[in-house]
Structures are given as C-alpha cells and as structure tokens.
C-alpha cells in the first residue's frame, strides 16, 4: 500500500515539474499576441559584425506575424495565416509561399504556436529565462530565446550552421491581440510576384 502511495506521490510531482520546453511553450502560451520594435546584430562565428538594422514586428497567434526591417534595407515578411509574404521593396520583388512549408521562418512558427508538430523537432535547454532550441532534425538554425514568466520576449537569437548569429532586441513593446489587418498583403502594382505555393 505504500509503495502505491509513493508512486502516485512521484508521479504527481514529476507532472508539477515540467520540462524545459514545456516550460517555454506555457509561457509563451501566455500572450495572444504583440507590438515590438526591434534592433539586430549580425555577427561571424569569429565576432566580426556583418550587418546591424532595425524594425518594427508584429505577432498574433497563431501563425500571424508581421516582421518588418526599416534599416538597412526595407524588408517586410508577412504571415496572414495561411501564406507567407517576402516583399523587397528595393528590388520591387514579392515571393509567396505555403507558411506551413516554409521552412526559413521556424522561428516565427515556434513562436507563434506552441503546437505545431515542428517543436518535436528541437531539444531545449533553459538557463533561467533564455530557452536554447537545438534541432535534432538537421536543420541548419537553432535558436536562443529569453522569454520572462509572464510570457513576454525580451530577445532572440538565430545561430546558423556556419556560426553566424543574428542577436534580436525587442523594446517598446505593447502586449494584447493585433488587428488582423496588420497580416495582409496587397502586392503594389508593378511588383513581380514570385509564386511558390
């Protein structure tokens, strides 16, 4: 009879004690959605600087974002749920994609559902608030997240296969639901449009 009671006692508080990606899925889980400016760091796997920008990023879940860089080059890359926009005003360029396939931006995937089938593809590693997703899939990006307890991103970091690391700041940020009209797209006349669905 004991030993029972022991066992249930044991299980109950392993299910109290998550593990570090349920950890980050519940706290990311936490938030509908967010308004944030960004700044970015690129730097070489030997910490030469490659590139620093800025922008604007905007998330509702899941599967809603709207990543926008102002410098040094405009970039939009835009999710309305179903499809993925890459506009580059500069070269008047958009590429559309099915989001689900598109596999450059697991990032934003991850970040905007905590259960989409591609979090079996990483192992995570908490150090207090800063999450490491390691891909055990042979994907050639992991990630380092920091997310607080209340579920807020503070930043990001996307380390590639060569060691290059693109190192995300979020400020001003403003927590809550976006309006959807954030998430759409209209290609501007004139733009070529790359379809790839």
């Not at 607080?148 to 190192?167: A, C, K, W």
């Not at 954030?182 to 790359?194: N, R, Y």
Request: aromatic share 10%.
């Amino acid at each position: 009879m004991n030993k029972c009671l022991l066992l249930i006692g044991l299980l109950v508080s392993l299910s109290v004690w998550a593990g570090d990606k349920e950890v980050l899925q519940q706290r990311l889980d936490k938030i509908e959605g967010f308004y944030a400016r960004f700044s970015q760091n690129v730097k070489t796997a030997d910490n030469q600087v490659v590139q620093d920008g800025k922008g604007d990023l905007w998330v509702s879940r899941p599967y809603y974002f709207n990543w926008t860089m102002n410098e040094p080059d405009e970039t939009s890359i835009i999710s309305d749920g179903k499809n993925m926009w890459v506009y580059m005003p500069a070269v008047e360029q958009v590429s559309v994609m099915d989001l689900k396939k598109a596999i450059d931006n697991r990032l934003m995937l991850l970040i905007t559902d905590s259960h989409n089938p591609i979090w079996n593809a990483y192992n995570v590693t908490r150090k207090q608030d800063s999450f490491a997703l390691k891909a055990t899939d042979g994907s050639n990006q992991d990630f380092v997240i920091s997310v607080l307890p209340t579920g807020m991103i503070s930043n990001f970091t996307i380390v590639e296969e060569d060691g290059q690391r693109s190192f995300y700041e979020l400020s001003h940020q403003v927590l809550g639901k976006v309006e959807l009209n954030k998430f759409k797209f209209t290609p501007p006349a004139g733009v070529t449009i790359d379809d790839q669905r």
